[in-house]
């Protein structure tokens, strides 16, 4: 079966940190970019961060630049989003997502509170 | 980046009628490879994101076809033929045109009259 699975979401304080996972299953992982999107609560849809299938490339939302790293690890067929400095406006859910979007993760919560 | 309009915010439908949402982008979606990079996805309650609609009128894999896309250029519609239980949620259209900074429009939610 082909799917994302998401974990390391949490609790965190603002100014903290978290490191986000995103283990993939069931398809060829190096062949695909891949996206964070994240959804505040009630709200809609908002990219956060992509990355090439090698992980040469990176981008990043003005909104998380300079806070926020994605990687992946091609071998562990898996995509990390390190969170720096966080803020109270990056409470979400994160999903993980193929660059098709064809393929979503359940999403993980970050809840950033003191 | 290219901002992604959405009408209307909430559309009530009795089960069986047809429900249409469109989508609006503030520039032209129309890639330099001559292809037009919209996608339409749907939320459930409670669920993820799911692909419905590529490339403006390709229906993904799996979806019934009483969902359908169309449009060009800026202005795009989704049609659900005859809405059914299941289909209620909120659907988001999405540019990948500028990709890696993709967008997304705002959301329509689809509600049971």
């Known amino acids: 079966e082909v799917q994302l699975v998401e974990s390391g979401g949490g609790l965190v304080q603002p100014g903290g940190s978290l490191r986000l996972s995103c283990a993939a299953s069931?398809?060829?992982?190096?062949?695909?970019?891949l996206y964070w999107v994240r959804q505040a609560p009630g709200k809609g849809l908002q990219y956060v961060s992509a990355?090439?299938?090698?992980?040469?490339?990176?981008y990043y939302a003005n909104s998380v630049k300079g806070r926020f790293t994605i990687s992946r690890d091609n071998s562990k067929n898996t995509l990390y989003l390190q969170m720096g400095s966080l803020r109270a406006e990056d409470m979400a859910v994160y999903y993980c997502?193929?660059?098709?979007?064809?393929?979503w993760g359940k999403g993980t919560t970050v809840t950033v509170s003191s | 980046d290219i901002v992604m309009t959405q009408t209307p915010l909430s559309s009530p439908v009795t089960l069986g009628q047809p429900a249409s949402i469109s989508c609006r982008s503030s520039?032209?979606?129309?890639?330099?490879?001559?292809?037009?990079?919209l996608s339409w996805l749907q939320q459930r309650p409670g669920q993820p994101p799911r692909l419905l609609i590529y490339?403006?009128?390709n229906r993904f894999s799996g979806v019934p076809d009483r969902f359908s896309g169309s449009g060009a250029g800026t202005d795009f519609t989704l049609k659900i033929s005859g809405v059914e239980a299941e289909d209620v949620g909120v659907y988001y259209c999405?540019?990948?045109?500028?990709?890696?900074?993709?967008?997304f429009g705002g959301g329509t939610k689809v509600e049971i009259k």
């Open positions: 997502a193929t660059a098709a979007s064809d393929v």
């Open positions: 069931g398809f060829i992982f190096s062949n695909y970019a």
């Open positions: 990355i090439s299938s090698n992980g040469d490339s990176t």
């Open positions: 520039q032209s979606l129309v890639h330099s490879d001559g292809n037009t990079y």
């Open positions: 490339k403006v009128s």
């Open positions: 999405m540019q990948v045109t500028q990709y890696p900074q993709v967008t």
